[in-house]
């Protein structure tokens, strides 16, 4: 996928959030029902090229607080069954961003089962 975006488009940038921590309310069983939980979320965009020379000035990238502020809001905003479900809310989110060309979305509960580290779900898209 990104071989081909970058045959398209000459060049790429990419920016991460890695291992987001939020405490929301989701889950099918009963014990996930009680009450938040923690989830890992992690998010990799891939960015058009700049209209010119990267010059310092923030507005002229994507600031990770738009990122984090719009995870928190939709965390915070309901509650979801299915990781599936909160992972493409947030890829629409991310793709609601003229720069983004593609993103890459997981999600992770590390506490679920005593017997692995977590449980999630990944999706990708790209315009």
């Not at 790429?12 to 923690?38: S, W």
Request: charged content about 25%.
């Amino acid at each position: 996928m990104t071989n081909d975006l970058l045959a398209r488009h000459g060049e790429m940038r990419r920016i991460f959030l890695r291992n987001y921590r939020v405490m929301a309310n989701i889950g099918i069983h009963d014990f996930e029902k009680q009450g938040p939980q923690a989830l890992l979320i992690n998010v990799e965009l891939y960015l058009r090229p700049p209209a010119a020379d990267l010059d310092d000035d923030v507005g002229n990238t994507l600031d990770y607080d738009f990122l984090r502020q719009g995870i928190a809001a939709l965390v915070a905003a309901r509650r979801f069954n299915l990781q599936e479900t909160l992972v493409h809310a947030i890829l629409d989110l991310c793709l609601s961003h003229d720069a983004v060309l593609m993103a890459r979305v997981s999600s992770e509960k590390p506490d679920v089962y005593p017997d692995c580290e977590a449980v999630g779900y990944e999706a990708a898209r790209v315009r």
